[in-house]
């Protein structure tokens, strides 16, 4: 068994696939070819967001967001340290400094009341109102935006989240890598932010063959400025560069790839909630696990089906029955941001973020994608059955 099928999908569409690379063969445009044009066409369509800019990757895509909207030295960008290390890791990058705030244990998305809190100790210079990254101790970050992602495909809590986002003053960037096709009150999650971010890395949702990603924004001006950023900072011609950007384009190869697989994207999106109910329904009796919280008016893209062991022996032992099954599990993320090496500077002690801290010695993700079998799920399930209570306590 495998974590992520890419197999059976290409099996199914392999033909168009094949149709697809030739044409790029064919007319030999590999840089900015007419597939770029198109896949922005079928997703900002399939988003209903106005304009939808093709890239490299999904950490180009919150790159070229923050770089768009002016972030740099001095600025704090708000975001969660239970996350993949690209979130932050860009705010970094162009100078500016991570503000972490942890997230709700329900759904693993940002917990508006403490990003509310952070808001507050942040302005006051006072982390005894909200654990703050040194710099902001000494008062020296002025507060720009946040960047809010939908964990394992499930949207934030857009309303509440823009809602404090308005009242401060702040932009708001959606990193919607891992949930393209996700819904929030019946529209795409990735339309409820200024920019909002995607991937198309191989595991994602909608995954290419190599990397890939996507900005989404409803705003004409950012939309341009990002298409600049993306090749140089070019003005009106490739010679003329009117501010500093990156090389941040998508292949056209990859662009070919991903028009491919859209085609069976809607209904990979059910399919994959489809899996996702039978999980809830075959694990609904095991004591030791907790099985994931979908908030009403939220429909995820389940890009992960992540389950809660009550504690860590606990979550090792299950992961260790189900290897000897051969069913794989993987642990997203192991460690929180904040506590990771590459952050240190950042001063934040143990304890700081004591949700995201549990979260990562509990949590363990079950194989999910749209083609797993309801046998493959009853043995997975029967499995943690097997194993359930032995280690409790
Ligand atoms: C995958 C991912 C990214 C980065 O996307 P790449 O295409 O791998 O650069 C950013 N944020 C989150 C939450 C992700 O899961």
């Not at 399939?46 to 895509?61: E, K």
């Not at 200024?194 to 990397?211: E, N, V």
């Not at 642990?331 to 700081?352: E, M, S």
């Amino acid at each position: 068994m495998q974590l992520i099928d890419l197999e059976a999908q290409q099996a199914r569409i392999r033909a168009q696939l094949e149709k697809r690379i030739h044409k790029v063969l064919d007319h030999g445009t590999y840089i900015m070819g007419p597939e770029i044009t198109e896949l922005e066409g079928c997703l900002s369509d399939f988003a209903g967001v106005d304009h939808a800019v093709a890239c490299a990757s999904g950490t180009d895509a919150l790159l070229m967001a923050l770089m768009a909207l002016g972030v740099g030295p001095g600025h704090a960008v708000f975001t969660t340290p239970f996350t993949f290390i690209a979130t932050a890791e860009v705010i970094a990058l162009i100078g500016a400094t991570p503000v972490f705030v942890d997230v709700d244990p329900e759904t693993f998305n940002m917990d508006a009341l403490q990003l509310s809190k952070a808001i507050e100790a942040l302005a006051a210079a006072d982390n005894t109102i909200y654990p703050l990254p040194e710099a902001g101790k000494r008062g020296s970050l002025a507060p720009k935006g946040i960047i809010a992602v939908d964990l394992f495909g499930l949207p934030v809590d857009y309303t509440a989240i823009r809602d404090i986002a308005r009242k401060n003053g702040l932009f708001l960037i959606g990193d919607s890598a891992q949930s393209l096709g996700a819904e929030y009150k019946g529209k795409k999650a990735i339309a409820f932010s200024h920019i909002a971010c995607t991937s198309f890395f191989p595991a994602k949702p909608l995954g290419g063959y190599g990397d890939g990603g996507m900005c989404f924004t409803g705003d004409e001006e950012l939309a341009r400025s990002i298409r600049s950023i993306r090749v140089h900072g070019k003005g009106a011609h490739k010679y003329d560069n009117t501010r500093i950007g990156i090389n941040g384009r998508m292949d056209t190869l990859q662009a070919a790839i991903l028009l491919a697989k859209f085609e069976v994207f809607p209904e990979e999106i059910e399919l994959r909630q489809a899996a996702a109910d039978r999980y809830t329904r075959l694990l609904s009796d095991i004591r030791t696990i907790k099985t994931p919280t979908v908030p009403e008016g939220c429909k995820s893209a389940w890009a992960q089906y992540s389950i809660l062991a009550g504690n860590n022996q606990q979550r090792n032992a299950l992961q260790r029955a189900l290897k000897a099954m051969d069913i794989p599990t993987a642990v997203y993320y192991p460690l929180p941001l904040h506590l990771q090496r590459a952050f240190a500077y950042l001063c934040y002690p143990k304890t700081a973020f004591p949700v995201s801290e549990s979260l990562s010695e509990r949590i363990f993700s079950l194989p999910m994608h749209p083609y797993l079998t309801r046998d493959q799920q009853m043995s997975i399930a029967a499995g943690l059955l097997e194993n359930d209570g032995g280690t409790a306590g």
